[in-house]
């Protein structure tokens, strides 16, 4: 959600049941990446996420940008970053999907890393950092790569109520990107205090619990169209 309670864009989260049993997200990605099947498993997220952004520009949700998590390794592979761009224009999706990579695991021993940012980019797919704070790596990376935006850590959004030296992180961080020219989005926003303290410190764009918990796409449709265009 941005400041005015219109939504901007969604996160697709992978959900698998097995035995009808729902299985820990963290686990399958385990799964798949110990019998080499992690490759195949991102192929299949990304068309699912194309089908339903396909969905929902039938429904008239022409302007939503939906983005999926990828590692750096991937960002870092020209034939993944090109599959991406070629499967976004097959589906007429220029501007729909968007890319998280996130801040775990280190940009700086990677070559290709920030022309690919820039070759998504100009092929309508935006980047962001996932899980951003201000560790010596994570500056690092705003020094040499056109990043979107920045998701900050859950861990400070989830102390900004508390935690005066949150605040203070969470402030210079939307500072560098009035700067550097990058959005600065909160995710585990849960309560309006929380809200309200971040929009404070300058967040423009918001995502949490107190908005909406995950729902199936099609249910999104019916949220999109009863909670976008608001003004709160």
């Not at 005015?4 to 799964?31: S, T």
């Not at 508390?162 to 989005?185: E, H, P």
């Amino acid at each position: 959600m941005d400041v005015r309670g219109n939504i901007v864009g969604a996160e697709a989260l992978l959900r698998w049941q097995y035995a009808g049993q729902k299985i820990y997200p963290p686990i399958v990605i385990a799964l798949a990446q110990e019998d080499g099947y992690y490759a195949d498993l991102t192929a299949c997220i990304i068309e699912k996420v194309c089908d339903d952004i396909a969905a929902f520009k039938a429904a008239a949700l022409d302007d939503i940008r939906v983005s999926i998590n990828i590692t750096v390794e991937q960002l870092n592979d020209e034939a993944f970053v090109r599959a991406v761009i070629e499967t976004v224009r097959r589906r007429g999706l220029t501007g729909n999907l968007g890319l998280e990579v996130t801040e775990e695991s280190s940009l700086l021993h990677y070559d290709k890393i920030a022309r690919h940012i820039d070759l998504l980019g100009e092929n309508g797919v935006s980047i962001s950092i996932d899980d951003f704070s201000m560790g010596q790596t994570s500056l690092k990376y705003l020094q040499t790569n056109n990043f979107d935006a920045v998701k900050l850590d859950g861990a400070l959004v989830r102390e900004v109520a508390a935690n005066g030296r949150s605040k203070d992180i969470i402030k210079s961080i939307v500072t560098l990107g009035n700067t550097l020219g990058f959005a600065t989005v909160a995710e585990y926003v849960e309560t309006d205090e929380v809200r309200n303290l971040l929009l404070g410190l300058g967040c423009q764009y918001f995502q949490g619990y107190l908005y909406s918990p995950a729902i199936p796409p099609e249910e999104f449709i019916n949220y999109y169209k009863n909670h976008s265009k608001e003004v709160k």
